[in-house]
Each structure stands twice: as C-alpha cells, then as structure tokens.
C-alpha cells in the first residue's frame, strides 16, 4: 500500500511540474511575443514617420490642420487601447501560471520563491512595455504635428537680433530621440530575462529532484 501510495503521489508531481513548465512556457512565448510586436511597431512608425510625413505635413497641415490633428489623435487613442490589450495578454497566462504553482505539491517556500519571480518578471516586461508605449510613441505623433517654437530678443527700431539666436530644426539637437537613448527600455528586458533563465534553472532542478524520486522508488 506505502509503495502504491508513493507512486501516485510521484505520479501527482510529474503531472503537476509537466502543467507548470507548459503554462511557463506559454507565458514566456507571450511575453517576448508582445515585445517582438513593440519593436517591429516601433521600427514601422519610425520608417513611415521619416520616408513619408517628415516631408509633407507641412503641406497637410496648410491644407487642413484640424483633420491631421484628428488623425494623430485617433492614431494615438489606438494605441492606447492597444496597449490595454497587451496588459491583459500578458496578465491571463501568469494567473494561470501561478493557479497551477499553488496547488502544485511542491514545498511552499518554493511556490512563493517561483511567483514571486514570475510576477516580478511579468511587472518589468509590462510596465517597461507600457512606459514605451506612453512615453515614446505619442511624443513621436507629437513631434509630427507640432511647430517647433523659436525665441530671439530683437531691438525694437532696427528689428535686428540682440539677444540668442533662432535655432533651426536642422541645428537643434533632441537627444533624448536618439536610439542610442532608447537602452533605458532594453535594460529592464534584460535584466527580466536574467529572471526567466533563473526560474527555468529552477524548473529542471525540480525536474531533476521527481526523476531521482523517480527512479530510488523504481530500484526499491
């Protein structure tokens, strides 16, 4: 009966891990899933920007300003609800992830060691995700339609510039668009992805533990 008793609850572990390394799988897959779609959004909004508007809005924004705003502005709204959606798609496969870790068989100081880092790790990816899609693509859309505003000091008789100087759009320098800036986005990936190589070495670990069960169980 003890033998019996043993082998079902063996059998309970290897099932229990089996669902817990697919729902991790899954859950990864999504993860880099949804920053692969950021990137190549990103890419296209920046190629489109500069082949094809950086050249004309100032023709359409002439012709009729009030449309070209609507047109950013529902290009934007867009985005946002996009990036809702990608909320939401990160967040459904970590619950079930974390449902099929907690009523696992394992100890519970292991339980709370693998949420925890799987609910840290989905935090960096969604929040930085979220941040990018925040802060950089509405000041892209904003760049497009805006007119850049100079300032000079000029004497009142003679109308000439006595203070500063007008700075062109071709002189100013806004490196905080530069790509090389973009690495503030990249960092919290990487250190993200430290932390699934971390929970998947825990996996075979655990993996490794049922099997040497396993097998002291089959040679008694």
Known sequence: MDKDRQQKELREKKTAFDEIRDKF???RFNMYLCLFLYIIFFVSVQGINKLLIENNVGRWLEKNQYVVVFIA???????????????????????????????SPMKDKEKSEMMRLTQETNELFKET????????????????????RTMKVVDIETGENIIGRVVTDKEAQIRNEWTLFYICYLIPIIFATWRIIQ??????????????????????
């Open 199 to 220: 929970f998947n070495k825990k996996l075979r670990k655990i993996e490794q533990r049922i099997l040497n069960e396993q097998k002291k169980h089959h040679g008694s």
């Open 129 to 148: 995700l979220k941040k990018f899609g925040i802060l950089v693509i509405p000041a892209i859309i904003a760049s497009v339609i805006n007119t850049p």
């Open 25 to 27: 799988k899954n859950w």
């Open 73 to 103: 502005a529902t290009i934007l709204g867009i985005c946002f609800i996009a990036d809702s959606i990608v909320t939401s798609y990160l967040k459904t496969p970590l619950q079930r992830l974390a449902l099929k870790i907690d009523i």
